[in-house]
Structure formats: structure tokens, C-alpha cells
């Protein structure tokens, strides 16, 4: 009865349906993969090979050695040099300080090394290593490596490190590097150099170092490396190297630099000479200094803070960025600016009391020697340093016309030389101080300017702030005749490829027009204080012909009260200036020394200058010094 019912046709018929229903399903399905498969290995096979490709291949940046420094010998003063560095990739390490711990039991790892670790884990969060532990030794290599598989996010690298073979001689010219920071990659990606410093971790942050960044760099190269599944590198497919960065051959003496430093002992101060002929620095003295080796490798913070907080200040660079009123320094060119605006002959000469009143005026202001000087021409205001010559000769000078014949020489503009940071400095004028009381709050006779400030400005003090390579510049200038050099601290730039040099600075920058026979006027009176006048004791005996002048700079007023040093905390006491040239004709020295509270020019500053222009003239270094270079005596015997 159940066989009637059913309908073999309808039910073979609906199998049929439902057979052909899956068989399109099936079609369809093989269908898609087909037009997959196509659109994967026909359309998109270049993009997906390129992409397989990248995933077996990894480009690795290889950072060229940075270019060396020299002095103007040939003297290395910093290179590079090789080491083995345990890094640490902080994004594969779930626990750093226990990862720290058990590499401890390895290598030497001290507090100062974690100190300095954590200090760049903060200061450079976006690179992917970090130094741990530098100049491993090839045991502490070994075992690191035997060890390699227990620790993950931890690499043995060998990497160029920066050395800087004089320490502390010269810190301030050279700089130091040290690790990119945040700002610097914010500095090269504004400048677009992100791309050339793939794979490099230090740059140049002070001195040459920074200020010749893009020379000393070089080119990063590119190492195509066949990699494994576990990113580990597997082959070297090509290469092309990294191009070395330019050498620099530096105008400094080494030699000529390690006298100056050694002559101020525990002073702090300046000293700049300067080539006046070229506008080469020979010497540029900033004490203290520091070690730039410190900060290579990341400096700690003990050191840091030692640094940084120090009352002497080693960081800052006083012949860059010390403002010192230049004192008596100043009358020669105050002389030189009378003789050429015609307010004094050589031969005009005042009456000295010992003191000087403006017309009109209680205020007194006094000369350095009780009674005067006597009757003072323009050659014994130079040689005595009399004050009364320069008070009266203010008095009679239009300030703003005082300088604009200054300016050329260098006061109150920046001097353009080859590092960052220079200051400006004051050349005061009526409308500098109508600008720098601008401020609300000062009343409108502060902003006046006053027949008095004119009498404090002649004598190198008042508003007149300088830096001492401002100073030497000016000096230079003078001693060459007003022909302008502008002053340089690298004198070469060497290709690394070609080995090709380049000078940067062949040319003079301008030339004051000055008369022959003024400028003699006041050699001849600057010779005059080196034979007969303030510094005559420094320079007895000295075979050279030379220049000269004494200055003391006031750090705070006394108001009328006689100064004792004795009496006067250290640091409030007076700067001691001095500045030279030498030989008198035809100079190859120009020099500015200052020592901070110092007292007396002749005392402090006078002697470091001696001996820096002994050593220069003579290769030697005092009377009684052993010669280094009989070719510079005979030179000296020849003039």
C-alpha cells in the first residue's frame, strides 16, 4: 500500500534538482576560487612577489664612519673607533631590570651603566636599541654569545664610537657628540635628512662637531640581507657601503692650545689667538673645560650634575659666550677713533689731576693712580692706561659716532665665526639704551642717555660688554691694518673620496679705510706698554717686537670706596684683560686673554700671554723653556 503512494518519477526528479542545485553551488564555488586564484597569480602577482620578496629580504642601514678632526698640523683630535656593544631592544624584553640581572652574571654591568640606560631609555623612546654595555672585552663577547638563545631583545653589536684623544685640550673648539634625541629627529625631519641618518644614533651637539654635522656624517649605506622566517639574517645579498664622512683639518695649534690651558693653571677665563693675516684661530681657551669623551657613550647623571651645577661653569663657552666689559683694552681703538674723526693729533696732551668732573657736573671720576699722571700725550695715555685721557676724550666724543667707527672692528655684532652660539655683545648707543629700558616700567629718564655714560664707556666700562673672541677679533683687525679676516676655527675641509681640500675662509671678509700713520700711532704706543709701561716687567727680555695693553674690568661698583682685593669676596673681585700682537710689522698673532676676577691685567692675564706668544715666536716657552721648534727662533733671528 506504502509503494503505491510513492512516485519514483517525482522523487528522481527532485533528486535531480537538488543534484543539479549542488552541482552549480559546487560550479560557482570552483568558480570563485578560480577567479581568485587568477586575480591573485595574473593581476596581483607583481604585488604579492614584492611583498613576499620584502618579507625575505630586509634593507639594514649601515652608518658610514664619522670624518676625523686634526689640528692645523695634522694632530688627530677626534676619530672613530671600533667596539663590541651589548644593546638591548627594550619592545622584546617583557622585563628589563631581570633581564639587566642575569646578563650581570656574565658581563660587568655597574649601577653607573644602568644609570646611564635608563637615562637614554628616556631621552630616545623611539629607537629600537639601546647600549646597555660598551667596549665589551672578547671573553664578555663569548659568553654572551654562548648565552644568546636565554635571552630574547638582546644583541651583540660592533659599532664606531667617537674618541677624543686630548681630553679636556680644546673641548670647547671640538664639541662633543652624542646620542639622537627627540629634537634632533625633529630637526632633521624639518630639514629632511631623516633618511640620511637611518640606522646612525649620535650626532653633533656642540663645537665643530655640530656646526660641520652635515661634513663630518657622511652617507649611510645599505646592506640587502636574505632573512629567515625568525627574522634572523641568513645572507648578505648586495651591498653599498657607506661613503665616510669629510675630514676636517682644524686652524688650531694643539701645542700652541696646550700652553695656553696649562698657563692659567686653576683660573677660570678666555684666551683667543687669532692669525690676523687669515683670520685662523690658533688657540681658543675656554677653563675649565670638561671631557667631550664623557658624553660619547650616553654621560651619567653624577657627571651630568657635576658638570651642570659646577660654580666654575666648564659647559659654558666663555669665548663665544662670556660678556665682559673689556676695560682699559678698549683706549686704543677709543685712540685710533680720535685721531681719525680729528679730536686729538698724537702730540694733543692734558693736564692729569688724578681725577675728572664734566662741566656742570659733583660727580667725580677718578683715575687709577691718586694725583695723576702729569702731562699725558695720546702715546703715555696708551702706556701709563691713563683714565683722565679717556674721560675727557669721551666727553668730546659723540657716542653714536664712537660706534659706527667701532663696528667694523667687531664690538657689538657677532664676528660670524664657524661655530653656533656666539653673542652679540653691547656696543651702546642712545638708541640701544632707548631700547633696552623700553620696558613700561622704567621711567623715560632712564632711557635718556647721559654725558656720563659717554665718560664710563671711555674707559671699557659702563654698558660696554664683549666677548673675548670679539676682543682678539678687533685686535686682529687693528694689527693688520683694518683688513678684516673673518675668524674661522676650521681651516680645511678634506673629501673622504678624493681626498681633494678646500679652504673656507681664502679671502678677507672687508678693509677699514684707516690711515697708515694713525694706526702706527697706536702699535707704537701698544709696543710702548710692553717696554716702558704697565706690562713692561712681563715682557722684559722678550727677542721679538710686540704690542700690548693692560685692562681691568669692574664686576660690580664700589661707589666711591677704595678697591681691596683682599677684602672682596673672589668671585666679586675684578677681570684682569690683556691683549698683544706680534712680531709689531708684520703681525702673525693677535691675541685676547681674560681671567675672570683676576685683578690687575698685568698681574693674571699679562703672563698666560707671554708665554702663548713665547711658544708661538720662539717654540718655546719662557726664558728658561726647552726649544720645540729651532725653525721658529731662526725665523724670529731672521727679522
Known sequence: MASELRNPQYELKRFQSRLLLVGVLVFAAFGVLAGRFIWLQVYKHQHFQTLAESNRIANIPVPPSRGIITDRHGVVLANDYAAYTLELIPSKIQNLDETIDKLAEYVEITPKDRRRFRKLMEEAKNFETLPLRTRLSEEEVAKVAANRFRFPGVEIRSRAFRQYPMG????????YIARVSQKDQERLAEANLMGAYRGTDYIGKAGVELSYETELHGIT???EVEVDAGGRAVRV?????????????????????????????????????????????????????????????GID????????????????????????????TFKPFLALAALEMGLRTPSSAISDPGYFYLPGSSHRFNDDKPGGHGIVDMYKSIVVSCDTYYYQLAADMDIDEKADFLRPFGFGRKTGIDVEGELIGVLPTREWKRKYYGAAKYREEHRKWYAGDSVSAGIGQGYNTYTPLQIAHAMA?????????????????????????????????????????????????????????????????????????????????????????????????????????????????????LVENGGFGSQSAAPIARKVLDFHMLGKVGPDGDVANTSATAKVAAR
Request: zero cysteines; aromatic letters at 6%.
Open 221 to 223: 649605506g645599505i646592506d
Open 168 to 175: 679636556e685640550s680644546a673641548s670647547h673648539v671640538l664639541g
Open 477 to 593: 683687525v687693528l694689527s693688520n691694518n683694518g683688513v678684516v679676516f673673518k675668524p674661522h676655527l676650521v681651516k680645511a675641509i678634506q673629501d673622504s673620496r678624493s681626498g681633494e681640500r678646500r679652504l673656507t675662509e681664502p679671502k678677507p671678509t672687508d678693509t677699514i679705510a684707516l690711515k697708515a700713520e694713525y694706526v702706527n700711532v697706536i702699535k707704537n704706543a701698544m709696543a710702548g706698554v710692553n717696554k716702558e709701561g704697565t706690562s713692561a716687567m712681563v715682557f722684559k727680555g722678550a727677542p721679538y717686537t710686540n704690542g700690548g695693553k693692560t685692562g681691568t674690568a669692574q664686576v660690580f661698583s664700589l661707589k666711591g670706596q677704595k678697591y681691596e682685593a683682599s677684602k672682596i669676596d673672589e668671585r666679586l673681585r675684578d677681570h684682569a684683560l690683556f691683549v698683544a700682537f706680534a712680531p709689531l710689522d708684520k703681525p702673525t698673532i693677535a691675541i685676547a686673554v
Open 237 to 297: 645579498l648586495s651591498r653599498k657601503p657607506p661613503v665616510a664622512g669629510n675630514n676636517l683639518q682644524l686652524s688650531i695649534d694643539i701645542k700652541l692650545q696646550a700652553i695656553a690651558e696649562k698657563a692659567f693653571e686653576d683660573k677660570r677665563g678666555a684666551l683667543v689667538a687669532i692669525e690676523p693675516s687669515t683670520g685662523d684661530v690658533l688657540a681658543f681657551v675656554s677653563k675649565p673645560g670638561y671631557d667631550p669623551n664623557l658624553f660619547v657613550e
Open 301 to 328: 647623571p653624577e657627571s651630568w650634575k657635576a658638570l651642570n651645577e659646577s660654580p666654575d661653569k666648564p659647559l659654558l663657552n666663555r669665548p663665544l659666550r662670556g660678556a665682559y666689559p673689556p676695560g682699559s
